[in-house]
Nanobody
Framework: QVQLVESGGGLVQAGGSLRLSCTASGLTFDDYAMGWFRQAPGKKREEVSCITKSGEPTYYADSGKGRFAISRDNAKNTLYLQMNSLKTEDTAMYSC????????????????????????WGQGTQVTVSS
C-alpha cells in the first residue's frame, strides 16, 4: 500500500521559516517525480514546486521563487520543501504528490500532457502564517 505522509507544518509568524517533509512508502521512490501543491480555504489547489525523479531540474511557481527550495533524499524516500520569508498568503494546506510516467526522465507534476502511469497524494500538512 502506497503512503505519502507530510509533516513539518504549523503556525509561524510572517518572515519565519518552515521545512516540510513528505515520506513515501510502498513505492520505488526514485521512480517517481514529486511535487508540492497547496490549497487555501475557498481557493483552487495550486502548484508550489516540483522535482524530477533524479532531483534535477526543479521548478517553482512564481509565488515561491527565491523563497522556497525543494529537494529530495532518495535514500530516505523523502521529499522536502524549505520555505523561508513566509507570508500570510502562504497559509494553506500543503500536500505532496508522486507521479510515475510510462516514459521520459524529465516530466514532473507540473508537466502538461505527461504520460502518467501512477499518481499518489498525501493527506497534507497545514501551514498557517500569522501577521
Amino acid at each position: 500500500q502506497v503512503q505519502l505522509v507530510e509533516s513539518g507544518g504549523g503556525l509561524v509568524q510572517a518572515g519565519g521559516s518552515l521545512r516540510l517533509s513528505c515520506t513515501a512508502s510502498g513505492l520505488t521512490f526514485d521512480d517517481y517525480a514529486m511535487g508540492w501543491f497547496r490549497q487555501a480555504p475557498g481557493k483552487k489547489r495550486e502548484e508550489v514546486s516540483c522535482i524530477t525523479k533524479s532531483g534535477e531540474p526543479t521548478y517553482y511557481a512564481d509565488s515561491g521563487k527565491g523563497r522556497f527550495a525543494i529537494s529530495r533524499d532518495n535514500a530516505k524516500n523523502t521529499l522536502y520543501l524549505q520555505m523561508n520569508s513566509l507570508k500570510t498568503e502562504d497559509t494553506a494546506m500543503y500536500s505532496c504528490t508522486a507521479e510515475r510516467y510510462s516514459y521520459g526522465d524529465y516530466y514532473t507534476p507540473f508537466s502538461s500532457s505527461a504520460p502518467i502511469e501512477r499518481n499518489y497524494w498525501g493527506q497534507g500538512t497545514q501551514v498557517t502564517v500569522s501577521s
